[in-house]
């Protein structure tokens, strides 16, 4: 990017920032996640290093908040507030000690660094003034210098102490939030009285504390933790970590999840363990706060800009972040969908590199408005493909381009047919089908399904190899597999004499497949991994499976008129029962045993699984499940029994603690079982 594109694109930043700050902090009416605003802020915030004489005075970077509201009475701060910079790795934590420590050898300090980790709450930000014991004043952060007085509406939430344990001078800093259980029943009325609903706990803690009525506020019971001893008469404690202990002492609630870490390993182990853990408890966590304990240390480091050096907010991999399409293209799948792509400036997102994410289909291009040169948010939530989400417009430069879906398909040439489809969470739409049943691309993404992961699971022969085998014209069809032989694979590139044997070791050893596998790998049009097991418990056999009729598939729950023509349809096909036939001469034995039941652990339990597991893979939770007899569904409802939560969990986690359904983690989980 050269200087002139720099510049237009940092005009732009500014402005879309700004308006987000200005939407978030003083109309209480965001419009996007933080994770979204905090993307915008580092990709300005990297411009800005990279061309430092294009840093704009009033670049949202040098302030902490907006405009007060003109609603409340201005009150002017005591104690400058200052925001924390952030990190999202353990090299940006690295760094931020090595400054840390270069600082403090020029300042001669020979203390021994250590921190203490905090968790990063997602509420309001509040300073409160007492004298003499007596809450005074609560303010809102505002501007950093001038906030507004919230006393009344403060002295609503329970949790906040009007009188101290002991008559003391003092200022602190707390967190104002609300749980999503509460958040849940606010936004029912909300919904009833034709009011827009709260997008988060924290917009909905901000918009009450902003309420005129103080009744309004105790109808919505505010919860608060208080973790800053900012100033006073009172003499500060040394620490950082007896600061915590003192602020219980005087009667404040303080959030009890802290620790002291001595080094980059304790502090990287506290931030997974509360990445994998946040889901348990009833507030929003987006992060840790990691402080340098010692006060004398935190002195001797001070301020730049407006952020403290000694302490920064390290924050979890966002879910939502924002990037920018430079280009589309089109996709065709095994079944002949053709798949708007959008191909992506890359972007860090739940802490993976993200290239590309679905647009859906033509409605839902349509629906977002997208155009090529947009700036999108994309949004991740556990295992979930990437996917566009919303378009920022006002970050357009004019030179975006219109997208069209394609009249052929784009890899044979074929017409294509217009079908109605029905998307979970997107509704109906209609989306675009190649009508040649032979074309190369459906051929290939056939053939990559069937050696895919949750079927033949062949080690080797990943979507690269697929296609070049098929390119070669060694794959036609996916009883070729079992057929090939090292002397076919040594002429190509890519394989010399080892990772040709071991592929052909691979095709070997695939060869035995359970009856529910094997069914899926057929990639039958509606059909997939639970569809597949209910199909095998049911028959039991491909035998039987082939004789397949609609007096039968009706005796199998969740199996609709849809799914079950489709599967009749696929068995009745002469090719396709011919495949069957190659798959079994070339070596392919099936074989099935219904998992015996253990009784009175988990017997008609439903549970969800969201994140990554540390001790199972998705597969093995999964059989252990229904070993034990219970269910794996993949959707929270009030039925639902427990929800386990690992390592980056989704989305599922909230809308558990929406529904009040009980959330586990990994330790609870293997529990059950024994």
């Known amino acids: ?47 800005e290093e990279q061309f430092p004489d294009l840093k704009r005075s009033d670049s949202p970077l040098q302030r902490i908040g907006g405009k007060p ?144 009525d103080p009744k309004v506020v105790a109808e919505r019971k505010l919860d608060c933790f208080v973790y800053d001893w900012s100033g006073g008469k009172e003499k500060l404690p040394e620490t950082q970590f007896d600061e915590l202990g003192q602020l219980k002492e005087l009667g404040f609630k303080v959030n009890s999840h802290y620790r002291i870490c001595k080094n980059i390993d304790e502090i ?66 095994r079944l002949g969908t053709l798949t708007p792509v959008a191909e992506l400036r890359p972007v860090k997102l739940a802490g993976t590199t993200v290239k590309r994410a679905t647009l859906h289909n033509e409605d839902q291009i349509r629906r977002l408005g997208v155009k090529i040169g ?55 739409s209609v989306a675009l089908f190649c009508t040649n049943k032979f074309c190369f691309a459906q051929k290939q993404r056939q053939m990559i399904h069937f050696v895919s992961k949750k079927a033949f699971n062949i080690d080797g022969l990943g979507q690269k190899i697929v296609i070049q085998l098929m390119e070669e014209g060694l794959l036609k069809t996916p009883a070729d597999i079992f057929k090939l032989e090292k002397d076919d694979l040594l002429p190509l590139e ?62 199998i729950a969740d199996i609709g008129p849809v799914v079950s023509q489709s599967i009749i349809k696929w068995f009745n096909e002469k090719k396709n029962l011919k495949l069957l036939e190659e798959l079994e001469n070339n070596g392919v034995k099936i074989s099935w045993q219904k998992p015996k039941i253990v009784k009175g652990q988990l017997a008609g339990k439903k549970i969800v699984v969201t994140g990554t597991l540390e001790s199972l893979s998705r597969e093995e939770a999964k059989e252990k499940i229904r070993a034990a007899g219970g269910d794996w569904v993949t959707s929270v409802s009030k039925n639902t029994d427990y929800v386990v939560v690992g390592q980056n969990p989704g989305s599922k986690a909230g809308k558990a603690r929406e529904l009040g359904v009980k959330i586990i983690d990994e330790k609870e989980f293997l529990g059950l079982f024994e």
């Open 1 to 47: 990017m050269d200087k002139q594109e720099a510049k237009k694109r940092i005009d732009k930043l500014v402005e879309q920032v700004d308006d987000l700050r200005y939407r978030y902090h003083v109309l209480d009416d965001p419009t996007v996640s933080d994770s979204i605003y905090d993307s915008l802020q580092q990709e300005l915030k990297k411009l």
């Open 69 to 212: 509201l003109e609603k409340f009475v201005k009150v002017k701060h005591e104690v400058r507030q200052w925001s924390f910079n952030d990190a999202f790795s353990k090299e940006e934590i690295t760094d931020w000690q090595e400054r840390i420590l270069k600082l403090l050898e020029k300042e001669e300090q020979k203390s021994k660094l250590e921190y203490v980790c905090e968790l990063k709450i997602d509420g309001l930000h509040i300073v409160f003034t007492y004298e003499k014991g007596l809450l005074k004043l609560a303010a809102t952060r505002g501007d950093g210098i001038i906030g507004e007085d919230v006393t009344q509406n403060i002295k609503t939430i329970n949790s906040v102490p009007l009188r101290l344990k002991r008559p003391v001078d003092v200022i602190v800093e707390g967190e104002v939030w609300l749980s999503e259980k509460q958040l849940q029943e606010i936004n029912k009325q909300r919904k009833i009285s034709g009011q827009p609903e709260f997008a988060n706990p924290r917009n909905a803690a901000a918009g009450t504390i902003r309420q005129l």
């Open 268 to 333: 990287m182990e506290f931030w997974k363990k509360w990445q994998k853990e946040r889901g348990k408890e009833p507030y929003w966590i987006d992060g840790i706060v990691v402080k340098v304990n010692q006060r004398s240390l935190q002195n001797a480091l001070g301020y730049v800009g407006k952020a403290p050096r000694w302490a920064i907010a390290f924050k979890f991999p966002a879910e939502e972040v924002t990037t920018v399409i430079e280009d589309i293209k089109v996709q065709v799948g």
């Open 374 to 428: 947009d700036t999108v948010v994309i949004r991740k939530a556990g295992e979930i493909i990437p996917e566009v989400v919303s378009v920022l417009p006002k970050l357009r430069t004019g030179k975006e381009k219109e997208f069209k879906m394609p009249t052929k398909c784009p890899v044979c040439g074929s017409a294509v047919s217009k079908k109605e489809i029905i998307e979970k969470g997107l509704g109906k």
């Open 494 to 555: 890519r394989f010399a004499e080892k990772s040709a044997a071991n592929l052909i070791e691979a095709i070997k050893q695939a060869k035995d497949l359970t009856l529910p596998r094997f069914i899926f790998a057929l990639g039958i049009a509606h059909v997939g991994e639970e569809t597949a097991i209910a199909l095998a418990d049911y028959f039991g056999s491909l035998e039987k499976l082939k004789d397949v009729d609609e007096s039968m598939l009706e005796k």
